[in-house]
């Protein structure tokens, strides 16, 4: 069974960068298709930001598509986000997850990143 | 402003059944056999409880159960249990341009 962790910095500057890297472990990146980021703001509910496809391919969010990059690394066996010009509204528990017929079915534990000086 | 619609609230005795609506369009729910709901206890991450509108994962109990009609699906829980007190968010393929969408969550509260 797939098990994902989420890594990176939990407080990053307005104006700044967003980088979370997620790990995977129980199996190849390769042996799914579909892999995800959901951020949910504390209190709040899930929105889904955008997935990477095993060999590459992306799809986002439309309303963060032109500050978001998801990258994939297969030889680490994990896949990252990068979200750009942040403010305090991008403030969230961020996760990341994988999906299979169009069902985001598993995903990690989360990480807090606030957007604060 | 969430894409999907759900009662931010639900109750019900232990032992009782309750019932959460999610409301969309021909969009998503309605265009598509992809709804999904998931469970979510304080501080934890969500938990996968129905695919594709009635599908249960391995180690769901079957008091969960799903269906749609038109533009609108439920989730059900029968037999209320302590541990079935969370919240629960719908969420819907979209299409390709922006595939997964959430609805903004219901608190079931176990009397």
């Known amino acids: 069974q797939v098990q994902l962790q989420e890594s990176g910095p939990g407080l990053v500057k307005p104006s700044g960068t967003l980088s979370l890297i997620c790990g995977v472990s129980?199996?190849?990146?390769?042996?799914?298709?579909?892999w995800s980021w959901v951020r949910q703001p504390p209190g709040e509910g899930l929105e889904w930001i955008g997935e990477?496809?095993?060999?590459?391919?992306?799809n986002y969010n439309p309303s963060l598509k032109s500050r978001v990059t998801i990258s994939i690394d297969k030889s680490k066996n994990q896949f990252s986000l990068n979200l750009s010009s942040v403010t305090a509204a991008d403030t969230a528990i961020y996760y990341c997850?994988?999906?299979?017929?169009?069902?985001?079915?598993?995903w990690g534990q989360g990480t807090l990143v606030t957007v604060s000086s | 402003q969430s894409a999907l619609t759900q009662p931010p609230s639900a109750s019900g005795s232990p032992g009782q059944s309750v019932t959460i609506s999610c409301t969309g369009t021909?969009?998503?729910?309605?265009?598509?056999?992809?709804v999904s709901w998931y469970q979510q206890h304080p501080g934890k991450a969500p938990k996968l409880m129905i695919s594709?509108?009635?599908k249960r994962p391995s180690g769901v109990p079957d008091r969960f159960s799903g269906s749609k009609s038109g533009n609108t699906a439920s989730l059900t829980v029968s037999g209320l249990q302590a541990e079935d007190e969370a919240d629960y968010y719908c969420?819907?393929?979209?299409?390709?341009?922006?595939?997964?969408?959430f609805g903004p969550g219901t608190k079931v509260t176990v009397l």
């Open positions: 969420s819907s393929y979209a299409g390709s341009n922006n595939p997964y969408v």
């Open positions: 129980g199996g190849s990146i390769s042996s799914r298709d579909w």
């Open positions: 594709e509108v009635s």
């Open positions: 021909s969009s998503d729910v309605g265009g598509y056999n992809y």
């Open positions: 990477i496809y095993r060999d590459g391919g992306t």
């Open positions: 997850a994988s999906n299979d017929y169009y069902t985001i079915d598993y």
